[in-house]
């Protein structure tokens, strides 16, 4: 009898003790897994919308749009050798109150921070190991400080006007300002092999800013993939080759965008404009991925 209760006394200790192993196990199994899987995968964050733009600043007109909002994503590439944070979002988290509350800042909306989806597959900001921006606008840049510790991959002429004394048009240095100490690769190369494993690259494509870049992903199942942040914001703009207002140089974009259509077709690669409100709303999102 007094056995029994001993061992009724000790069962539920027994279990929640077992539980609680369960659950650090799975947590750690999970963490394990989200920072080293077998294959490249590709996250895509919610990380708001831009609302309210007057479409001329497109050179284009609202009936020639079929949606004027814009979708602000984030990206993370998960590598088996790495990760790389690609365009950090339009609002800092540090904005938010909570993680429910949505935040609007001029055109921009978000409703979750970047952090909290990081977080929901596994991963800190500080596990990040590389940043890649496309360009220093603000509604690529706006979580940047958050990734401090990540070794930065930028162009010298994006760098030199991100922290140059007049500081750029269309972004806001107190985002960015931690990476002037972040551990930095100056791209010089047309292309640069982020992992060494010739599946993450990201290419030179000048203009909208002084070192604007795109990113190519060589994924198993999806295929190849262009993240081709700022080279065009509308579909619409690709297909009629309307240049926006605000470009840093109108020739270079001419360029970059007839070379990246000739590398998109020779390749076989799917271009992602980031952008793009209703291509955006069909990706698949974090914790969802593709692979
Ligand atoms: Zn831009």
Same mark, same amino acid.
């Given at each position: 009898?007094?056995?029994?209760?001993?061992?009724?006394?000790?069962?539920?200790?027994?279990?929640?003790?077992?539980?609680?192993?369960?659950? @650090?196990?799975?947590?750690?199994?999970?963490?394990?897994?989200?920072?080293?899987?077998?294959?490249?995968?590709?996250?895509?964050?919610?990380?708001?919308?831009?609302?309210?733009?007057? !479409?001329?600043?497109?050179?284009?007109?609202?009936?020639?749009?079929?949606?004027?909002?814009?979708?602000?994503?984030?990206?993370? @590439?998960?590598?088996?050798?790495?990760?790389?944070?690609?365009?950090? %979002?339009?609002?800092?988290?540090?904005?938010?109150?909570?993680?429910?509350?949505?935040?609007?800042?001029?055109?921009?909306?978000?409703?979750?921070?970047?952090?909290?989806?990081?977080?929901?597959?596994?991963?800190?900001?500080?596990?990040?190991?590389?940043?890649?921006?496309?360009?220093?606008?603000?509604?690529?840049?706006?979580?940047?400080?958050?990734?401090?510790?990540?070794?930065?991959?930028?162009?010298?002429?994006?760098?030199?006007?991100?922290?140059?004394?007049?500081?750029?048009?269309?972004?806001?240095?107190?985002?960015?300002?931690?990476?002037?100490?972040? $551990?930095?690769?100056?791209?010089?190369?047309?292309?640069?092999? @982020?992992?060494?494993?010739?599946?993450?690259?990201?290419?030179?494509? !000048?203009?909208?800013?002084? %070192?604007?870049?795109?990113?190519?992903?060589?994924?198993?199942?999806? %295929?190849?993939?262009?993240?081709?942040?700022?080279?065009?914001?509308?579909?619409?703009?690709?297909?009629?080759?309307?240049?926006?207002?605000?470009?840093?140089? $109108?020739?270079?974009?001419?360029?970059?965008?007839?070379?990246?259509?000739?590398?998109?077709?020779?390749?076989?690669?799917?271009?992602?404009?980031?952008?793009?409100?209703?291509?955006?709303?069909?990706? $698949? $999102?974090?914790?969802?991925?593709?692979?």
């Amino acid at each position: 009898m007094a056995d029994r209760m001993q061992a009724r006394r000790a069962s539920p200790a027994l279990v929640l003790g077992l539980i609680a192993m369960a659950v @650090v196990g799975s947590a750690l199994a999970q963490h394990h897994l989200a920072q080293r899987p077998k294959t490249l995968r590709l996250y895509v964050f919610d990380c708001g919308v831009i609302k309210g733009l007057d !479409p001329g600043l497109f050179n284009l007109k609202k009936e020639e749009l079929a949606e004027t909002e814009l979708a602000v994503p984030c990206y993370l @590439v998960v590598d088996p050798k790495g990760t790389l944070m690609w365009d950090v %979002g339009a609002i800092p988290d540090t904005a938010f109150k909570d993680d429910h509350t949505p935040v609007t800042q001029s055109y921009f909306t978000a409703t979750r921070t970047l952090k909290s989806q990081l977080a929901e597959i596994g991963y800190a900001p500080t596990d990040i190991t590389y940043l890649g921006l496309s360009h220093y606008h603000g509604d690529h840049v706006a979580n940047s400080n958050e990734f401090a510790s990540s070794t930065w991959l930028v162009r010298q002429v994006e760098r030199d006007a991100m922290f140059a004394d007049k500081p750029p048009a269309l972004s806001d240095p107190h985002n960015y300002n931690l990476l002037i100490d972040s $551990k930095t690769v100056i791209l010089t190369t047309d292309e640069y092999d @982020v992992f060494g494993d010739g599946k993450v690259t990201i290419k030179f494509a !000048p203009g909208h800013t002084p %070192g604007h870049q795109v990113l190519i992903l060589k994924l198993a199942k999806t %295929g190849n993939v262009m993240l081709a942040g700022d080279l065009y914001h509308y579909p619409e703009e690709r297909r009629l080759n309307r240049i926006p207002t605000f470009e840093f140089n $109108k020739d270079e974009s001419l360029a970059s965008r007839a070379m990246i259509e000739e590398y998109v077709q020779s390749t076989n690669t799917q271009l992602w404009i980031e952008h793009d409100y209703v291509g955006n709303s069909k990706l $698949k $999102k974090s914790p969802q991925y593709y692979d």
